[in-house]
């Protein structure tokens, strides 16, 4: 029988820990939402070998599309250009956001970052993230 000692402060402070960095994260998020003027939708899709990240970008063009990864953080910044507006007799309607966008994505760490892919097609950005293969546990023998 094994002992094991008992801490409740250290699940509060997980707890505690857990929380401020929800906080954090919905802080960041929100402060890039106002600096940006729009957020498209995204699916992410998880398969046996493979991520799958589908934004909607309708009428952004691929040239105002910047995808990187950077310390984990695969990060989707781009532009939505306005059309010209069209007025008559004072009457003037604009319902489709225009503007930069920004969304952030923490990636998990077996993700092969070499090999990630991106496509467009009829207004919806896919983002391919496969996954590398998790190193198997081994057995090492102490001489």
């Given at each position: 029988m094994a002992l094991v000692r008992y801490e409740p402060n250290n699940?509060?402070?997980q707890f505690n820990s857990?929380?401020?960095r929800f906080f954090n994260t919905t802080q960041r998020q929100r402060a890039a939402n106002q600096e940006?003027?729009?957020m498209p939708a995204v699916d992410i899709r998880e398969e046996?070998?493979?991520f799958i990240l589908s934004a909607d970008i309708p009428g952004v063009e691929r040239k105002d599309v910047e995808i990187t990864?950077?310390?984990g953080v695969l990060t989707l910044k781009g532009e939505r250009h306005a059309e010209t507006e069209e007025k008559r007799e004072g009457f003037q309607r604009r319902e489709r956001v225009?503007?930069?966008f920004m969304r952030q994505f923490n990636l998990p760490d077996t993700v092969n970052a070499e090999n990630i892919s991106a496509t467009v097609s009829e207004?919806?950005?896919h983002i391919e993230i496969p996954k590398q293969a998790k190193p198997e546990a081994r057995k090492?023998?102490?001489?």
């Open positions: 699940l509060f402070d857990e929380i401020n940006h003027g729009w046996d070998d493979r990864l950077e310390d225009h503007g930069t207004g919806v950005l090492i023998t102490v001489n």
